[in-house]
């Protein structure tokens, strides 16, 4: 089969072997795939990962259980044993044997077909498009925001960079009424953001007042936490959205300084995810860049790549 393949280079792989699912594995055919972030770093180095890139997908499954087969399904991308202390003690996502798709030692969805465990699997609304479902993994991540931080109508709350991830946060904290500014230099990500109604404040223009009382931090660059630590009032929280290969220098004293609860946050409830794009709650369809097949996908990752692309899809 066709599979987008890193190891040590980035390739297009035209004969790469088809997987063959296992006892509690499906065979899902993937339809459309989306490139976030995650997927550039490691193709940069990040997470030392060797295999097949991707882990945002829909797709239809071949092989499985009677009642799945034929369904449009997405998938959770974390494949934890549900058996280890972690996963017993409702903490599946930090499974101590856990492989995640497209990222540790698995292989992911740019590909022709993908294996995946059966209970990862959600089916997809018939009223939610491909194009929409494929935003599953990352708008679940983005309401993992509020899941992981209780927000309000009384909470001040900036995201820090209106990138693929950043967007789709910043309508996840619309949704509760607080006191939402966006902080980012994309002239067109920043116009997205007020054709939403949503507050934007350019970086150039940015005078920190550190009296923000959370901070979601969305670059994808090792400056976003220094950016959020200026924002964020004694005593506040910066959630950190943030993967990346490039580490660089950190000084984590105003952290200290100032009582900072750093949160780190990954994945989050695809269920809510699902059933947010079925209502039309977030809005996808305005951040789809362009399409590539997946015979363009090399291609396409450099597109992704450009500073004024949102997000790119494969046509697997």
């Known amino acids: 089969m066709k599979a987008v393949v890193y190891d040590d280079e980035l390739r297009l792989d035209k004969r790469y072997l088809a997987p063959k699912p296992d006892k509690e594995d499906c065979l899902v055919k993937v339809d459309v795939a989306g490139i976030c972030s995650t997927d550039l770093e490691i193709a940069q180095g990040y997470m030392e990962f060797s295999g097949v890139l991707g882990h945002e997908f829909v797709g239809t499954v071949e092989q499985g259980p009677k009642h ?40 992911g969805c740019f590909a022709e ?22 935003f599953a993994e990352p708008v679940a991540a983005a309401y993992q925001v509020i899941a992981q931080c209780p927000v309000d109508k009384r909470t001040k709350v900036s995201v820090v960079g209106p990138g693929r991830l950043g967007l789709l946060v910043a309508q996840v904290l619309k949704t509760t009424g607080c006191d939402l500014t966006v902080v980012g230099c994309n002239a067109k990500k920043m116009e997205i953001c007020e054709k939403k109604h949503i507050q934007t404040v350019h970086l150039d223009e940015l005078v920190p007042k550190r009296d923000r009382d959370v901070v979601v931090e969305c670059t994808g660059a090792p400056n976003g936490l220094d950016i959020a630590m200026e924002l ?47 209502r039309k709650a977030i809005d996808v369809q305005s951040l789809i860049t362009k399409t590539y097949p997946l015979d363009k996908a090399l291609k ?14 494969l046509k697997c």
């Open 300 to 313: 396409a990752l450099e597109h992704a790549e450009e500073q004024d692309s949102i997000k790119i899809l």
């Open 232 to 278: 964020v009032r004694p005593r506040g929280t910066i959630i950190l959205k943030s993967t990346y290969a490039d580490r660089g220098q950190m000084n984590l004293a105003p952290i200290v300084i100032n009582e900072i609860t750093l949160l780190g946050s990954r994945c989050g409830p695809f269920g809510e995810a699902v059933n947010a794009l079925a």
């Open 68 to 107: 799945l087969k034929g369904k449009r399904v997405v998938s959770e991308i974390n494949c934890v044993c549900r058996k280890c202390d972690m996963c017993l003690a409702g903490l599946a996502t930090h499974c101590r044997h856990r492989t995640v798709m497209g990222i540790v030692g698995r292989d």
């Open 113 to 134: 077909y993908v294996t995946v465990p059966e209970h990862n699997l959600y089916e997809v609304p018939d009223s939610v498009t491909d194009e929409e479902a494929v």
